[in-house]
């Protein structure tokens, strides 16, 4: 079964950057798409970014657009999220996330999860 890990999660202020790693295991990382979600305290979880299989395709929510960058390494079997120019919104625990490949909107159909890595972000 597919495994998923999230790391690099922690304590910064606003303006600052941070960078989220994933690892996958349990499969072949060229055939998943990925992602990254977000869930904030008393809100739902929503999608922050995700990357076709083959890396050549990406979409992101517009309030992170222009700030935030995903990126994987199918070699390493790693994805990485960087977020630069962090605010105190972005708070919440990110969820690596992972869909076997398909041509359809990167921000839908995730049945593989991570545990969970917390961003927090103070002013």
Same mark, same amino acid.
């Given at each position: 079964?597919?495994?998923?890990?999230?790391?690099?999660? @922690?304590?910064?202020?606003? !303006? /600052?950057?941070?960078?989220?790693?994933?690892?996958?295991? =349990?499969?072949?990382?060229? #055939?998943? %798409?990925?992602?990254?979600?977000?869930?904030?305290?008393?809100?739902?979880?929503?999608?922050?970014? @995700?990357?076709?299989?083959? !890396? /050549?395709?990406?979409?992101?929510?517009?309030?992170?657009? =222009?700030?935030?960058?995903? #990126?994987? %390494?199918?070699?390493?079997?790693?994805?990485?999220?960087?977020?630069?120019?962090?605010?105190?919104?972005?708070?919440?625990?990110?969820?690596?996330?992972?869909?076997?490949?398909?041509?359809?909107?990167?921000?839908?159909?995730?049945?593989?999860?991570?545990?969970?890595?917390?961003?927090?972000?103070?002013?």
């Amino acid at each position: 079964q597919v495994q998923l890990v999230e790391s690099g999660g @922690g304590l910064v202020q606003a !303006g /600052d950057s941070l960078r989220l790693s994933c690892e996958f295991s =349990g499969g072949t990382a060229s #055939s998943y %798409d990925m992602g990254w979600f977000r869930k904030a305290p008393g809100k739902e979880r929503e999608f922050v970014a @995700g990357i076709r299989w083959t !890396g /050549d395709a990406t979409m992101y929510r517009d309030s992170v657009k =222009g700030r935030f960058t995903i #990126s994987r %390494d199918n070699a390493k079997n790693t994805m990485s999220l960087q977020m630069n120019s962090l605010k105190v919104a972005d708070t919440a625990v990110y969820y690596c996330a992972a869909r076997l490949k398909m041509l359809l909107d990167l921000r839908l159909y995730y049945n593989s999860w991570g545990r969970g890595t917390q961003v927090t972000v103070s002013s």
